[in-house]
């Protein structure tokens, strides 16, 4: 059984849907108080802080890390969270699904940030069966239908001794229907979500995965 709870143990805010934390976002863009690449910002950090409080061997920079980067804001928050770790002395490689240049702004920005040639998805295996740390920015509350069976058969490359961390929601699951879309699901130990629950959140911490609700300043 996995714990839920908030990253600093503020209260737990009541569950919301993907439509309506995309409301509160919006909202928070239009109004001028935050814009997409501060929000992307604080999700990246938010996931950063939450990986080296669960496990602290990582904070002195040693470990190797993959990333897998989706073609959405997602893997934005991927982007992220590479360039936090690799300020950590970590070292980060990242393998991204479709093609890094058509991703939305906040996203590219923070692709181009990072100043790697893009490394395509079917290149991660070999770098997964090594890695200590494996992050999955591939689909967050975007998710539209269930996973290929080539991303599912990324996931089977995975050591056994990788520490799985999902971004926001684990590549395959509906956040708000709280089912896994198809077949496969990214097996997540720590599932680190924005602001409040959604309905997915407490059935996957059911099912074993700790998820850290963290705030990013809506
Ligand atoms: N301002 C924002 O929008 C923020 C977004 N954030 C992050 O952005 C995520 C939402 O970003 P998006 O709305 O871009 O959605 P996602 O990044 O979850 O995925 C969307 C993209 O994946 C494609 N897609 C969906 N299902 C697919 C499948 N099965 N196979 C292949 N492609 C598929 C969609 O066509 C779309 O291009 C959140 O989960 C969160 O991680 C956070 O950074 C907070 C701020
Ligand atoms: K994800």
């Not at 108080?33 to 996931?47: F, I, P, Q």
């Amino acid at each position: 059984m996995g714990r839920m709870k908030t990253l600093d143990g503020q209260r737990m805010r009541d569950v919301i849907s993907a439509e309506q934390m995309r409301a509160l976002e919006g909202d928070a863009i239009a109004s001028g108080r935050m814009s997409g690449k501060l929000l992307m910002e604080g999700a990246g950090l938010a996931v950063t802080q939450a990986i080296l409080a669960k496990w602290p061997e990582f904070s002195g920079g040693e470990g190797s890390v993959v990333i897998l980067a989706g073609p959405g804001n997602n893997g934005g928050d991927g982007y992220v969270i590479a360039r936090l770790l690799r300020e950590r002395g970590l070292s980060v490689e990242v393998f991204s699904m479709g093609d890094p240049k058509r991703l939305p702004p906040d996203a590219l920005a923070n692709f181009q940030q990072l100043g790697d040639v893009s490394r395509p998805l079917t290149e991660a295996p070999h770098a997964l069966g090594r890695a200590d740390l494996v992050i999955d920015a591939l689909f967050g509350i975007g998710l539209t239908r269930g996973l290929s069976d080539d991303v599912r058969d990324v996931f089977g490359t995975m050591g056994p001794s990788a520490r799985k961390v999902a971004v926001d929601v684990p590549s395959g699951w509906d956040a708000d229907g709280a089912v896994v879309l198809g077949k496969a699901a990214f097996p997540a130990d720590l599932v680190v979500t924005f602001h409040a629950p959604k309905p997915a959140h407490a059935e996957i911490a059911r099912q074993g995965a700790d998820v850290i609700v963290a705030d990013i300043g809506l």
